[in-house]
Structures are given as C-alpha cells and as structure tokens.
C-alpha cells in the first residue's frame, strides 16, 4: 500500500499513513501538479474513466500524490507515468504551493499542492504516449482563453484535443472542484 507523508493545517510533520487511511480520515498530505505550456497553450488533462475519483473531469496537466519518501525532484515519475515523456526536474518551474480542500463526494480532500509548470518542446510534445488508465485525452486550450475562463470573464472557451485534434468545449464547472482561491491563484500564477 502506498503511503504519505501527513501534516497538520499549518504544514508541519505529522508522521505517514496509507494513501486510504489519509483520505478517510481527512489528513492534509502533500500533490504534485505541473502544468505543462506549449507555446501559446496550456495543456490540460481529462482524467480517465477508469480513475476512482473524479472520473472524466479536466485537470492540469499532471498531478499526483508525492510519496513518503520521495523528495519533490521524485515527482517528475507522474509525468513520465502518465504522459510516457521524461522530463528532468531542472526543467520544471516552482510556481507555489496551495493549501486546498477538494469535496471528493462528502469526504474533504485536504492537500498542499506544490505547482510547478514547463515549457515543452514540439518534439516532447510529439513523445507523448497517454496512459489511458490515468488519462482519457490532453486538451490543448490557448493560454489567455484559460486565465479569461478560471477568472470568470468567459463561461464556456474552446481547445483542441490532442489524441485527434477536435474542438472541445471547456466549462468551468468540468474540472475538480477546486475552490475559487486555488483558481485564481493558478490563473495569475501561470
């Protein structure tokens, strides 16, 4: 059973506990999230129906759980998890870190997301193999047009997805039901 690191609301050390016993007891734990531009677009994660939690929901780009002994420069295993890429930690940029409490259907999700974001190449964005566990498709979605929707100023933008380059409508209310805090701070941030 994979286990996490646990603290208590001021982030300070609590001790380790089970990814479950974390959740179901309310725990604040640490996440990693990266969000990944290329050009002008961020590109962003429709999660996979296979996931237990917030099935088929957008997301940024990659995000997971950081392990109880992994340091942060372990996470960038999310990406090549989930996207099949390698990417150094040295390319990634810390944005911030974000206390925030997620409804994950009654139960609170308390985590200190540690946001990064990188800049990829067309030929990285090219390597890209989904793993379709994790993820159902990456939506690409102009930068501005994403800043503009998280802030409120538009309800319903479009992106391309990238599995077969179609337009996908984006509404606010399709991603993880972050708090409107963790929205604006990701808008002004990226």
Known sequence: ???INIFNSNYTSKGVMTYEEAHRNEEWHETFQCIFTYKDFVILQKRSQELSDYTGMLDVSIGGHIRHDETMADCVREIKEELGIDVSFDDLKMLCVIPESID???????EFINIFTCEISRELLDKIVIDNHEVEDLILMNIL???SLLQNKQKVLSGKTFKDDKKFEITKQMFIPYS?????????VI
Request: include cysteine.
């Open 145 to 147: 047009d994403f800043k």
């Open 1 to 3: 059973m994979e286990k």
């Open 104 to 110: 994950n259907e009654g139960t609170m999700d308390k």
């Open 180 to 188: 409107d805090k963790y929205f604006c701070i990701v808008s002004e």
